[in-house]
């Protein structure tokens, strides 16, 4: 027994004794940092779970209601492996992405980058990253979207609206994901919608999502281990393109294809492994977020007839006008005509959150409002808790889109279209490169549909975040053709 006792104080006190030093170093390294307050959960794992779980896509879900109402906007955690600082200050969001490449880093989990490939857009920072930018703003420019997308914008619209059936249940969200993916490969890759190619490509994509969005486990059989098989069926399928292209253009005869591939092989230096997953990324960054903004938009209008009564007088009018001035086609003056469209897709962005927050690290150590953020921690900005925080939104819950009238009077103290407090496409040196694009894709698809149909949700179903987000029916509705007398 004392034997037993006295080995068990032994053990104690070489264990102090070893530690001793160990606290010490610890302590010395790190002087008299004052992180923001948290707590660190398991080692590793951290509190990754609970940052993941689902919830709705109109709220913040548990795990930062929480910690925000214990810690405040701004709290320490451990997630996705590493220690992390986690924002829901408008404030600190913006100094981070005005920061990116001097103080914060763009970096996205290791399987993220395995799957989007090493040269994604999302992955690469530095230089690659400020070519690859520049190729991809170039293609979305504002005289591309005036010229030729708005006009393939609207021809992808109504292809897919005129093949609606009055009656039937159908998912709203397939739909809208079929309009954007075949304006992406047209615009990408000079792909029809009814050609095969496009319809195999397709096929392969939504594998390759599946274990985006799925945990990165490779084995046999698992989600990811098959999104890595059609990574390399997209990949080929992209190479047979680029021989094409080349072939093309050695014999001389390449004007025919004004698209991104084109493009990047005439005035880019970029290995094909790198346009690869250029157009990859693009493909990825530019369908799925403007396919659930849409699904968005037709779930929260039916529950607010009024604003879809004011979108039917908007849109009304620009038929007529162009009826009488016997144009077909919508310009770009229509477009900007569209006033209350743009309170629309302004207030379903803020509600609905289609990316709900982004992955830095700190490259340096950082001190912001008395709080210090060490290099190397992650660094996550929630932008959608500033989007549903009602000390910035009056009724952050309720779908309002005159909340952007007059500047967002009723958007709370600072206003609605105060830019510190809705940035739903990020901010600084990786803004958004499709913003543009997808507002277009928005208000372009609103129009014909609010012209040519009445829908209701057929269904009950609701966006919930895991942490993309996802309509887990796939948004059911049926529509009723508009009558013209
Ligand atoms: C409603 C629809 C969309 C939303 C909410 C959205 C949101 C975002 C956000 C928040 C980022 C920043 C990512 C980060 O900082 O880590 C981003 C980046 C990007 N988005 Fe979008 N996006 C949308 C549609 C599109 C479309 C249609 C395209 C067209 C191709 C596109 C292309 C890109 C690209 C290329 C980047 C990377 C920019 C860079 O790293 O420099 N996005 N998007
Ligand atoms: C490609 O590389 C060459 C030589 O390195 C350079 O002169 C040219 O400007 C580069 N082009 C682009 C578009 O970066
Ligand atoms: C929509 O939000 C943007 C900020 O992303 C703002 O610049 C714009 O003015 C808003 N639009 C309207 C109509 O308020
Ligand atoms: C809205 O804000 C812009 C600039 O931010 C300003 O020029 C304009 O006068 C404001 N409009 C109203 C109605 O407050």
Known sequence: MLMFDSHINLCILSLVVLALPLVFLYRRKQPKLNLPPGQTGWPLVGETIGFLKPYPATTIGKFMEQHIARYGKVFKSTLFGEPAIVSADPELNKFIFNNEGKLFECSYPKSIGGILG?????????????????????????????????KDVETHALLVLNSWKQ????SAQEEAKKFTFNLMVKNILSLEPDNPEAEALKKAYATFMKGVVSAPLNFPGTSYRKALQSRFTILKFIEKKMEERNQNMKEGSEGLDNDLLNWVLRNSNLT????????????????????VAISLALHFLPGCPRAVQQLREEHGEIARAKREAGEVELTWDDYRRMEFTHWVVNETLRLGNVVRFLHRKAIKDIRYKGYDIP?????????????????????????????????????????????????????????????????????????????????????????????????????????QRNVYL
């Open 272 to 291: 094909a492994e790198q346009i690869l997953d250029l157009i990859l990324s693009l493909l990825f960054a530019g369908h799925e977020t403007s396919s």
């Open 118 to 150: 090493k040269w994604s857009m999302l992955v690469v920072v530095g230089d690659m990253h400020r070519d690859m930018r520049a190729i991809a703003l170039n293609f979305m420019s504002s005289a591309m979207l005036r010229t030729s997308m708005l």
């Open 167 to 170: 009656n039937f249940k159908f």
């Open 375 to 479: 290099r190397g921690w992650k660094v996550l900005p929630v932008l959608a808790a500033v989007h549903l925080d009602p000390s910035h939104f009056d009724h952050p819950q309720l779908f309002d889109p005159w909340r952007w009238q007059n500047n967002g009077s009723r958007g709370g103290s600072a206003g609605a279209s105060n830019n510190v407090n809705f940035m739903p496409f990020g901010g600084g040196g990786r803004y958004c490169a499709g913003s543009e694009l997808a507002k277009l894709e928005i208000a372009i698809f609103i129009h014909h549909l609010i012209l040519n149909y009445q829908w209701d949700l057929a269904e009950e179903d609701q966006a919930f975040v895991y942490p993309f987000v996802d309509f887990p029916k796939g948004l059911p509705i049926r529509v």
